[in-house]
């Protein structure tokens, strides 16, 4: 017979095994002795055979809390569980308790036979011992050390082949009661951790904060990307054409003609995108979260609006491949019946996802998962290296590690990819065998760009309203000019209050508005990314007027706050500028007045801003901090003949008032271009602005200008 080797940790694995099962069985005999001692008949019947049944009530009531025993061990029931959370917070054990944490502890030291450097490191040693002595305050100050020496990252890294079994250690032995059933679910391996191990809070009541109902709709990937996708199916192929696409919210699928000459499809998956951890996508953090928690997330539910989309015949055969948050998305597809009553559903593949608790509604889909042993992710479940559970005898699972220890680096889908080609090449060649139906040309590739739930009509409702045809130069156009995307800055300058009365005198619009004894004169840039006529840039100029009502002077102040729609009060434009050849076209009918075509540039940052409209007008600096207000209408004036023209653009978007811009107007002299001309003359050369209005995204309508009669 052999001697046993000191090294081999499956003895540590079955003997933290068969703990786990006492453990249970203890715990089910405390529950029999709780139900016993809270019986309504029993309580009932115990002061009329007191002398007979006392003593062995007290027994029993010993067994139950007493540490020699089967230590506090009250459960079931809902006095017996708040008396055992009372106990718990008092620091008082169960005998259960106290087995499973000997499991736990087995269970690291079984890993650390498989990751020497685990017991090698005296400093990840200090935290482990102490987390399982039950030493908090020793274990914080472990943490921090070790925290403070290795980085976050580092640290976590390092700690990920235990760290599931040291959280549910913590769990099981701290002073806290709310975190006790999700210990025993990671000890016992009964289950999804249903609460943070650490707090306690609920995973699923966060995890229902990913609300919706899933969306997908077809985007076409770039000529560079296409260029990446695999021409053959292959497991490299398909984990390859992750990598390609990004986690920037898009699946892909594709359609194979296997060896047999049959066509078989292959739904891809990427893992989580960056960004703040709710965006209107089932990719983000809250997205990956719920996906690991839930049953179905927006994220499965937009896979299969996707694969709806994509136009599979009933019954065709169907292979998921997933990555991280991708994996367990796929996952959640594969549990879903009425899935895989609608397809074929042979095959899923997670790699480096939280996995271990979910099940496929189909018992014949082949199921592989590979993870790496230091890749924190795939321990989200509760599971990890540690694991002494054979939760899915029917999968192939490849549980791994590698000299690369580093999280996130060991987590992405490009290092799986190459451990998979060059470290990993049994595991490999058994999943690519079994993928052999999918080994075969790629006859057709369509990306989608998944969301949490069907976005509304573009422009919705803003940009949704009736439009008209007019001439245009050699074409019909359509007003209103509909903005989807923009920015713009309008900056608020002090000017010659006798020149600005000179240019509004006789208009019927002013006087002009003053400030301080000055003119008040916008000078406004838009850049109109993405409009109905195509992108532009313009620039213009206006005396800021009462309008033709001549209201008192106080009330234009409150009145240039108002929609365009209750607003008397505008811009009298002394000259503007564009450079589109088709809008220069219909400025007469837009705005009126004289509009020049000249090169205009609109650059607009968080805290600068550089404005040029070719050789008439530069004005450039910093606009310092703002605050946030939102984008107002703009109202303009020009005279025409016996009236004026009123010209309105409705906006929608958030604008910052920045209150002390550091920017400066340049005037170039230019005899030839009016807007240069008047803004010399109201004394702008060289000036800096009162105040700026910046919007960095907006949305406007512009649409004809109306004749206004004139008293």
Known sequence: MSEPDDQDPEPLRAAARE?????????????????????????????????AAGPAYRALLRATTNSRGLGHALTGGRLATLAAKAAAMMGAESLAVRVLATSLRLRVAAVALSHPELAADPMLTRLIDAAAADRDLEAVRALRALLKDRGAVRALSQLAPVFGEVLALRALLDENP????????????????????????SNRAIAALDSGEGAARRVELTVAESGLLCRRGSLLGFLGNIAAIGTGGRVLIQSVRGPDGVVRHVVQAPGMRGGRPD?????????????????????????????????????????????????????????????????????VVAVGAPVDFK????????????????DLIPTLDGQGAGTVFDLHPGWYVVDYTDPTHLFPLCHSVEHYLANLSDDLPEARAHIDARLTAFRGPVLRSQAYLLSDRPAAPEGFPFLTVPTHPVDGPG????????????????AYFAADFEAAARLVEGTGLGPAVGVRGRAL?????????HTSVGGYRE???????PGPSRPHPLSVWPDLLRPADRRRSGTLLVGSAVDSALVRALAPRLWGGQTVMTAAHVLLGARSAHVSAGQVLTLRGRLGPGLPVRDPDLVGYTCEAGGALRSCVRTRGQARLHLAPRMRLSVEQHPHHRLAVRLRELGLDGARPLLCLSAGIRQTRRDNAVPVPLA
């Not at 099940?359 to 230091?374: E, I, L, Y």
């Not at 074409?475 to 309008?490: K, W, Y």
């Open 475 to 490: 074409r019909a156009v359509e007003l209103p000019i509909r903005c989807h995307d923009g920015s713009a800055l309008t």
């Open 279 to 347: 965006l209107d996508s089932p990719q983000d953090l809250l997205g990956a979260f719920s996906s690991a928690v839930l049953a179905s997330s927006p994220y499965s539910r937009a896979l299969a609006k996707a694969v709806a989309d994509y136009g599979l015949p009933q019954g065709a055969e169907v292979a998921l491949i997933g990555h991280s948050a991708g994996g367990a998305a796929i996952m959640n597809l594969a549990q879903d019946p009425a899935f895989c009553a609608r397809h074929t559903l042979t095959h």
């Open 539 to 545: 620039v213009q100029a206006g005396i800021v007027v």
């Open 19 to 51: 703990l786990v099962d006492i453990a249970i069985t203890i715990h089910d005999v405390a529950a029999r002795a709780t139900s016993a001692l809270t019986d309504g008949a029993l309580l009932r019947a115990l002061p009329h055979g007191l002398p």
């Open 521 to 529: 004169v916008a000078v406004h840039a838009a850049w109109n990314r």
């Open 178 to 201: 709310l975190n006790d059933a999700t210990a025993w679910l990671i000890a016992t391996g009964k289950g999804f951790a249903t609460a943070d191990p650490i707090t306690g809070m």
């Open 359 to 374: 099940r496929t509604a189909d018992p014949r889909t082949w199921v592989a998962s590979v993870t790496n042993q230091h």
